[in-house]
């Protein structure tokens, strides 16, 4: 059967999906896909598989793809970072059977992918990419897709998936938003760039950025004229999103846990992130039960402080949490989303984040004025020193402004001591270097084995001549 390409590609196999559910680390499990495709989500990704791995470790394999296949979860697409053209192609050969498309991360901006060099870290390297589509194109029985972020200049934006569409990318995922929006400076991802890009190619293109409620979708397709929209964080915080409800926290988590239960093995890291994030504004009332759910080490200890947190949140409508921030009140228990249209619901609206953070300990640095994790550390080193201004001053590496070693032969950190001294063959006892040392030992070692050798066949010879020696040598 001839592969399907394009728009051909997103009504067959995809069957035309519209809501769909971004590729998380760690947190778009089996468990977590399957509870989405409940709640109206139509397409799904795996989390994102780094290639190398892929390709060397089997465990890995099983793990993370193998041992997840279920009927259920289709449509399903699944997403590697990679840098290698080859390295990409060979672990999308072991995927390909498991799954509809192979998606290519082009967008994660974390610094784990700027020391690894992939995601949106390759977005300039475009001759790179265009080798690594094209081979993927030419080499899987199923299609190659991107996800991509955007340039500030929506001009250059547009080049950018015009040059992937015609390397043979099949579908185009557009984060709204530049490399360095994250943390403290995501911002609201521009539609305008995502509208552009779906304006100037021929190949279905799904929208992220900006979504946490299902009106939030409609606007966005209406906006951009895009096929589909993905969400991540709204995904998170309500799986019921694409539903458009918004229900009690405990049904969405009792249904996971029960889907976690029915489809083993799950990493209980993940299901204690899922609960975190579901559970995130009940357990700022409910702290005595939020360090109980970061302690506890079985799944069916998990589901018990979930049922504690359902009981907690069962109360009166007058005990009701009212944040400060909100002038209605803040169900603790309900999935909260802002209505769209309002200052926090528009994309082009500049909105401020609110800082929760704590004021700054006093300088006097009491006990009183510590926060928990710096009480918990106290505890275990009581002569532990907090105050900024009693903290030892370290003077600084010459090359790279770290600390440097207070013996140091180089006036250098251990990491640019240990370049220098294996270039120049030399030692330095402060750090526990020894490459000038070793290198004598070797040197010595060869000497001693050549001298060793031509006395030995020196030994060897027997002196024919003398009839003794014959003698005995007979």
């Known amino acids: 059967m001839a592969k399907l390409k394009g728009f051909d590609f997103w009504r067959s196999t995809l069957k035309g999906a519209r809501y769909v559910v971004a590729p998380m680390v760690d947190q778009s499990e089996l468990a977590w896909r399957l509870l989405s495709r409940r709640h109206g989500a139509d397409l799904c990704y795996t989390p994102m598989l780094h290639a190398q791995v892929f390709v060397r470790d089997a465990n890995y394999r099983r793990e993370n793809l193998y041992s997840e296949v279920c009927p259920d979860d289709r449509p399903l697409i699944t997403q590697f970072c990679a840098n290698d053209p080859e390295v990409f192609v060979q672990a999308a050969l072991l995927a390909q059977d498991y799954c509809d498309a192979i998606d290519l991360n082009l967008g994660c901006p974390q610094m784990i992918a700027k020391r690894g060099h992939y995601g949106v870290f390759l977005q300039d390297e475009w001759d790179l990419l265009e080798n690594m589509i094209k081979l993927a194109n030419e080499k899987l029985s199923v299609p190659i897709t991107c996800k991509i972020r955007v340039f500030p200049e929506i001009e250059k934006t547009v080049k950018y998936a015009k040059m992937l569409e015609k390397a043979g990318c099949q579908m185009l995922t557009v984060h709204g938003r530049t490399k360095d929006q994250k943390g403290s400076l995501t911002g609201i991802a521009s539609w305008a760039h995502i509208k552009a890009v779906r304006e100037a190619v021929k190949i279905p293109v799904f929208a992220n950025g900006n979504i946490q409620h299902l009106s939030d979708v ?176 370290y003077i600084r590496c010459e090359q790279c402004g770290n600390p440097k070693g207070n013996k140091c032969v180089f006036n250098l950190c251990r990491g640019c001591c240990k370049k220098k001294a294996f270039k120049e063959v030399a030692d330095c006892p402060s750090h526990g270097l020894r490459f000038k040392t070793k290198a004598q030992k070797l040197s010595a070692a060869e000497t001693d084995g050549s001298h060793v050798n031509g006395t030995l066949s020196i030994q060897t010879e027997p002196p024919m001549d003398n009839p003794a020696v014959s003698q005995a040598l007979v």
């Open 218 to 393: 409609q606007l966005c397709m209406e906006e951009t004229g895009v096929q589909g929209v993905m969400s991540a964080e709204g995904n998170l915080h309500n799986p019921a999103l694409f539903e458009g409800r918004s229900p009690p926290v405990w049904e969405m988590a009792e249904e996971y846990l029960q889907i976690v239960k029915q489809y083993p093995p799950c990493s209980l890291s993940y299901v204690r992130a899922h609960l975190f994030k579901l559970w995130h504004h009940t357990l700022q009332v409910h702290q005595d039960l939020r360090e109980e759910l970061a302690k506890v080490k079985t799944l069916e200890a998990l589901a018990e402080v979930s049922e504690q947190l359902k009981h907690r949140c069962q109360v009166p409508l007058a005990t009701f949490f009212v944040s400060p921030l909100c002038t209605i009140p803040l169900l603790p228990f309900k999935i909260n989303h802002y209505e769209p249209g309002t200052e926090n619901g528009r994309k082009g609206i500049e909105v401020k984040a609110v800082s929760a953070k704590r004021a700054r300990e006093d300088t006097d640095c009491s006990t009183d004025s510590l926060s928990k994790n710096k009480l918990k550390k106290k505890a275990r080193n009581p002569h532990k020193n907090f105050c900024p201004e009693q903290k030892p001053k």
